[in-house]
């Protein structure tokens, strides 16, 4: 894994990786026969777009245009993995893979949050970290009721 030049590195980088998490749950919610779990999927895959939205927010404050960054996975530590192929999976798997994706996204914004120089982006950072936290625990309740009612 290669190390951030900056905090404008760092911002980039949650950008695409909100977008790779947008994309995961809307083909999720796509899938799903379930009414209700699709409108988890719906509005897990919109709070990433708000999320996304926030942190190009604080690239154009630096005076930047937010562009793609096509070598993200360089500086992933905590990969979402080939959200393709997981969508072939069957549900429980899928949800599974969820969860350690909000768990991956948790702990990247919580990491960078400590390293972040700028008071601001730490406030998006803490924010964005309880966010994820809270689209974890609301997938980890839907897994607990899936086994639960297997």
């Known amino acids: 894994m290669e190390e951030f030049k900056g905090d404008e590195d760092i911002l980039k980088f949650a950008i695409e990786r909100e977008k790779q998490a947008n994309r995961f749950y809307v083909a999720l919610a ?6 209700e779990m699709r409108e988890v999927f719906e509005v897990l895959a919109g709070d990433e777009v708000e999320h996304k939205a926030k942190l190009e927010l604080e690239v154009m404050k630096t005076g930047r245009v937010v562009v793609s960054q096509k070598d993200a996975k360089r500086f992933d530590p ?37 390293t972040a120089r700028d008071e601001q982006q730490r406030e998006i950072l803490l924010s964005l970290a309880q966010e994820e936290a809270k689209h974890k625990a609301r997938l980890e309740i839907e897994y607990e009721m899936l086994i639960k009612n297997q």
């Open 30 to 35: 796509k899938r799903v026969a379930d009414d």
């Open 78 to 114: 905590y990969p979402l993995g080939d959200t393709e192929s997981m969508l072939h999976m069957d549900f429980k798997s899928a949800l599974a893979i969820a969860i350690d994706k909000e768990n991956g996204s948790f702990r990247l914004y919580a990491d960078w949050f400590a």
